[in-house]
């Protein structure tokens, strides 16, 4: 039997705790627009919101992505509180109860390094011409569709260059320079990158 006292101790404890599971409940209850970073990956975003790759599938279907392993810096989703992903567009973002919660400030501050960096490489001519550089758009068409921020994995931007060869520089410019350089040095012309594309499906 309870007494009086030990009555009012229990009642107050598991009122306490249903006030706190229902105030965290309603800080939960917010939405998330994510915006995709140079770098990302579907598992890198499921990991930041579900800390595991639970949300891969879901991410690509309800956002259309027909190859888990590609996805554009840019390209906005909504995820909602309860788990669920949603394709950014003007109606759901107007919908959303949306919580800025840190995440872009955390992206800004880790691309801010990033800017400084194209900032200081953005004169770069290639000096490819004539068949050299349809060659070379010939390439670009079919690793990224000419996109500059194209990712695949750790591949980066229109000539979907190894991360590690554009050393955290992804800029126009960058891209450009390394990829003259990359080419020189393995196939010695576009049209030689070119052709061993075309027979093996990669440069």
Do not use: C
Not at 174 to 188: F, I, K, L, P, T
Request: hydrophobic content about 35%; charged content about 15%.
């Amino acid at each position: 039997m309870i007494s009086k006292k030990n009555f009012a101790k229990v009642s107050a404890t598991l009122g306490a705790v249903a006030l706190g599971v229902s105030a965290t409940a309603t800080a939960a209850n917010a939405d998330t627009i994510y915006t995709v970073q140079s770098g990302d990956t579907l598992s890198g975003i499921s990991y930041k919101f579900a800390k595991d790759n639970s949300m891969v599938n879901d991410l690509a279907k309800k956002n259309n992505i027909q190859d888990i392993n590609k996805i554009y810096v840019g390209q906005k989703l909504i995820i909602k509180s309860d788990g669920e992903i949603q394709e950014y567009n003007a109606q759901n973002a107007a919908n959303a109860n949306v919580a800025n919660n840190n995440t872009q400030a955390t992206q800004q501050q880790a691309a801010q390094p990033q800017q400084a960096q194209s900032q200081a490489s953005q004169s770069y001519t290639s000096n490819a011409s004539g068949s050299e550089a349809a060659a070379k758009a010939w390439i670009a068409a079919r690793e990224s569709g000419g996109n500059y921020g194209a990712t695949n994995g750790q591949y980066i931007g229109k000539y979907q260059l190894s991360a590690s060869y554009l050393n955290g520089d992804y800029s126009v410019a960058n891209q450009e320079r390394v990829a003259d350089q990359y080419v020189a040095s393995r196939y010695g012309s576009w049209q030689n990158a070119q052709a061993h594309w075309q027979a093996n499906g990669w440069y």
